[in-house]
């Protein structure tokens, strides 16, 4: 039975795996066989995708944000940086004000 919500811890270490354990015709090996270039390109694309979804209605947007966040969990993994480290970068920033006083293009509104 499939699950009723994805993990994202859980997918990031199921892409780990596939790094580390390839599996023939399974299309995250896919993506690092091809390497780098064609992960950066993927995760354009799927970005352009998110962002014309938006104008259009948000079942689309739905699908290629989660497009997009596994294709980013790829290249997270490419470069070896792990989920844990994004997460404590927005648990670093959480409370935080914004300086909205330090920006010129908010004064002037
Ligand atoms: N979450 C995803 C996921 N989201 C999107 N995709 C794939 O991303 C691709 C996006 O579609 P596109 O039309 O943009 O790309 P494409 O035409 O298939 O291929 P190219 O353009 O890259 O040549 C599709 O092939 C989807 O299957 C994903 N593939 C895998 N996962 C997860 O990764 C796990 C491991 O998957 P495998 O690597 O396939 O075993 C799965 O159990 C899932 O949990």
């Known amino acids: 039975m499939s699950k009723q919500e994805q993990d994202l811890d859980e997918l990031y270490a199921m892409i780990k795996d596939r790094k580390e ?3 023939k015709g399974s299309y995250t090996d896919y993506l690092f066989t091809k390497g780098l270039d064609k992960i950066l390109k993927k995760v354009g694309e799927e970005s352009t995708e998110v962002i014309v979804a938006s104008k259009n ?4 947007l739905q699908y290629e944000t989660a497009d997009l966040l596994y294709h980013l969990m790829v290249l997270l993994v490419e470069k070896d940086l792990p989920f844990d480290a994004i997460k404590k970068e927005l648990a670093s920033r959480e409370g935080l004000m914004s300086k909205t006083k330090d920006r010129d293009e908010i004064k002037k509104l």
């Open 21 to 23: 354990n390839p599996v």
């Open 57 to 60: 209605n948000n079942e689309e």
